[in-house]
Each structure stands twice: as structure tokens, then as C-alpha cells.
């Protein structure tokens, strides 16, 4: 599997891979009728370098990573990742967040934060731990999961 | 002192409080040569509501109310409040939060998140506490202090 930048070409394929994690609303606090171009705004947005896994010339996951605050902030960095459903439990998830502890490193930042990790999430936040993030605040009740109701999400944290 | 929805001639007023915290950069994660631009886009963009602190027809202080996330994470909201530095320990933060606190509820808001409380600004940590507000989490080095060097910010959240 080879991660690499992105190129607009592969929009089509990314979109196909946001579009039913953005619906299902379980695990990213965006709204569900997102648009296409909305969506593309947010994760190709000019304050990111976005990232795709390929393999076989097929696009199995994506990831961006951006400062995660400006001025005194700027030295933290923050990452979003998404998997194609049809490829989970094969490790894409962590190759890519390894790959971008990497790329972070690279760029010079000194950490790396998750801002809002669902809880329920568990398998994230499992993978997360084991890649060396800590959990380092807890937001209560501040997720409407769709069928969890209110739960907690949490904020996660890793030096570099 | 009257608390009001902003009006477009208030900028002038509004940037000459915000101009010297940003300068400053010892508070707020912002670029410390942010343009008034971009200052005017982000304290009164699209997402917020922006309200002015007024006293004998002197604006004294202001502050933002926004959603802090969307989907999932859209029943919290988030505030920005900067004071005059002409007027500081006479109270208008407080007033300020009060206020947004009963406008946070009267928009149907359930919590109120601060996302990056810089520690070393201990009289707003114990305002917002003072306020109901509890740590909920805490970002080990995560603001550049420019007399400090890195310190924590600290996550602040209350249930409304």
C-alpha cells in the first residue's frame, strides 16, 4: 500500500469514501447533508495536505493534517482519517496515522491532537492508545450519536 | 453597560480592542500579524453571533457565540471574549459570559465549551470557574507563550 498526496483526480473516490461515514453520523461531528462541494472544501481545504492509501489502484483510505490552531498554537497539529468501509480491519487506519506521526514530525510539530474522538467509538480509541495518544480531556454528553443518544467524546493528545 | 448585538459600524471600535490581545499573543491562538481582514472575518463570520459591551455610547468589550462543532456536536457552543484593555478589571468579561450563558440557553444550546484556555491566564481560568465552568481537559504545552515559552491550555466546559 502506498500513501501519497493527493491529486484532484482522486476527489471521486474520496468522496466515495467521506459521503457514507458523513451520513451515518457516528463518528464525525458534521452534518449530514454535507455537500459534495462542501465536503470537498473541508478535507482538500487549502489550511490542510490531505493524503490518500492506495492499493492496486484503488483508494482504501484518506487523511489530512493541518496546524490545529494559528499563533501560539501553530506547533500542534491536528488529522482526520477515513476509511473505505470496504476495506476496515486491515490496518489502514493505522498505517496512515503512523505515516502521518511521521509526516508531522517531518513538518516540525511538536505534537499531535484529536479533538473529538466519539467515545463510542472504542475501536479508534483503542488504535489511538496503542499509537501512543493519550486520552487528555473528556467533553460529556457532547455528541448526539444517532442511536447512543448523548455521549461523551473525547480529546486526545500525543507529543512528538 | 447595555450588552448588544454588533453593528457593522462598531468594527473600528471592536479591532482597537482586539488589535493589542492579538498583537500581545498571550492569550488567544490567533497569528499575532493577523490583518483587520481577517481579524473582521473571523470575530464576525457567518458562524457567529457577535455581540458589543456599551457604556456611554464607548464599546468596552466583545464577544462571539458560536456552534463548536456541526452534525453530532451542534447543541455546544463556543464563545471568544476580549476586553478592553482600558477597562479590564471592572467586570465586563463576566457580564459578557453571563450574558452569553442566557443567550447559549435561549438558543437551545446544552453546554458550553472554551477549546484552548492558555493556563498561564489564570484570572480568566478562575473567572470561568467563578462562572461554572470545570477543566475538563488540559494540553500539555500546547501554547507558545512568547515571556512563558510553552505552557498547557486547558478545555473548559459547562452544561447549560
Known amino acids: ?4 498526496p493527493v491529486r484532484p483526480q482522486d476527489w471521486s473516490s474520496i468522496w466515495a ?11 464525525y461531528a458534521l452534518d449530514a447533508d454535507l455537500s459534495e462541494d462542501a465536503a470537498r472544501a473541508y478535507w482538500l481545504g487549502a489550511d490542510k495536505e490531505t ?3 492506495e492499493e492496486d489502484a484503488s483508494i482504501l483510505g484518506t487523511y489530512y493534517l493541518r496546524a490545529n490552531q494559528a499563533g501560539g498554537g501553530r506547533h500542534v497539529c491536528n488529522c482526520g482519517y477515513m476509511t473505505s468501509a470496504s476495506a476496515t480491519g486491515r490496518g489502514i487506519a493505522r498505517q496512515m496515522c503512523l ?3 511521521d509526516h508531522a514530525r517531518k513538518r516540525g510539530y511538536r505534537a499531535m491532537q484529536f479533538n473529538f474522538v466519539v467515545s463510542t467509538n472504542e475501536r479508534a480509541v483503542r488504535l489511538w492508545q496503542s499509537l501512543g495518544f493519550d486520552i487528555v480531556g473528556r467533553l ?5 450519536h444517532p442511536t447512543h443518544g448523548y455521549v461523551d467524546a473525547l480529546v486526545m493528545f500525543q507529543s512528538l
Open 17 to 27: 469514501i467521506l459521503e457514507p461515514t458523513i451520513v451515518a453520523g457516528e463518528t
Open 1 to 4: 500500500m502506498l500513501i501519497r
Open 51 to 53: 493524503f490518500v492509501a
Open 99 to 101: 505515516h502521518s506521526l
Open 140 to 144: 460529556p454528553l457532547a455528541f448526539q
